[in-house]
């Protein structure tokens, strides 16, 4: 009798280790086919980077030879001929921080012996 639930124990553990197997098979075939599709999609953007460069660099090389010529880098305006509205936000809030630094020029220094009561 008990070589027989041992017999039945044994089978049990084989078919367990064999379904843990299988499981483990399709998990890494997933992770595997999950990589490929990744690095594929890293390659197409390193790609689609790539054949952006050399306008960046044509930009790069005007505007520092417009900062060579001027002394100033030049005023970026999108291509739709509008400000865009980040820019504007851009320029407002240079604006308070200026407005806000002249403010604490006008300030007394800060007194470190300063106590509160």
Known sequence: MDSLRNAQKSINVEALKTDIMADLS???????????????????????????????????????????????????????????????ASSSQDLRRTVYARQLEKKKPWNPNFQRI
Request: proline letters at 6%.
């Open 26 to 88: 399709v998990l890494l075939g997933n992770i595997s086919t999950n990589i490929d599709n990744s690095l594929a999609e890293v390659q197409s953007r390193n790609e689609a980077t790539q054949a952006q460069l050399p306008a960046l660099h044509s930009t790069i090389s005007s505007i520092n030879s417009c900062k060579r010529e001027t002394g100033k880098a030049p005023k970026m305006t999108p291509v739709s001929g509008k400000a865009s509205p980040r820019s504007e």
